[in-house]
């Protein structure tokens, strides 16, 4: 199985930050990487598909890249309403990243 | 509006029993892969099952092949997982979430999960 490796697991910022969040993939897994967003008690929210098509009504402030076995998701500038848990999927077996929790 | 409505979660005892089922409003059901994603508490997110349209592609985790079964009744747009033998690690929130409508691009509308318990 592909395993798929989130770094950090917690990130510490204040608005207005821009952050980054990577993924990395024990194999390559082509284009075939999403982003989601999750606040606590809530659904996970699909943010970014298929590396970095931004889902619809999603803030262009979000924004992914990478290639292969390495992903990124960046912030460019930190809101109030993004801090929250980041996870990365592979949609060649559908594993999930183990998450970045983003902090004040 | 798309809406998923799971329900069936509950208390449950080591080697048990539960069946989970998933509502789907708001759109062409039969026309969309389907899944099943877990989150014990405070962990993170863990894909369970998946099943295309037709029901003739399924895929499971290593973790529940062999005592879960996903399946779907397209003319009663809803979505199932029958759980067995269940342990007491399958204690998690279960959500089902809609397949994205462009392929392999992950899921787009998720319900708002059923909390399974697994205790003695």
């Known amino acids: 199985d592909i395993q798929m490796t989130q770094s950090p697991s917690t990130l510490s910022a204040s608005v207005g930050d821009r952050v980054t969040i990577t993924c990395r993939a024990s194999q390559s897994i082509g284009p075939w990487l999403a982003w989601y967003q999750q606040k606590p008690g809530k659904a996970p929210k699909l943010l970014i598909y298929?590396?970095?098509s931004l889902e619809n009504g999603v803030p262009s402030r979000f924004s992914g890249s990478g290639s292969g076995t390495e992903f990124t998701l960046a912030i460019s500038s930190l809101q109030p309403d993004d801090f929250a848990t980041y996870y990365c999927?592979?949609?060649?077996?559908?594993?999930f990243g183990g998450g970045t929790k983003v902090d004040i | 509006e798309v809406q998923l409505v799971e329900s069936g979660g509950g208390l449950v005892k080591p080697g048990g029993s539960l069946r989970l089922s998933c509502a789907a409003s708001g759109f062409t059901f039969s026309t969309y892969s389907m899944n099943w994603v877990r989150q014990a508490p405070g962990k993170g997110l863990e894909w369970v099952a998946s099943?295309?349209?037709?029901?003739?592609?399924?895929y499971y985790a290593d973790s529940v092949k062999g005592r879960f079964t996903i399946s779907r009744d397209n003319a009663k747009d809803s979505l199932y997982l029958q759980m067995n033998s269940l342990r007491v690690d399958d204690t998690a929130v279960y959500y089902c979430?809609?397949?994205?409508?462009?392929?392999?691009?992950?899921?787009?509308?998720w319900g708002q999960g059923t909390l399974v318990t697994v205790s003695s």
């Open positions: 298929k590396v970095s």
């Open positions: 099943i295309n349209s037709g029901s003739y592609y399924i």
């Open positions: 979430a809609r397949d994205h409508s462009v392929a392999a691009a992950g899921y787009d509308y």
């Open positions: 999927q592979q949609y060649t077996s559908f594993t």
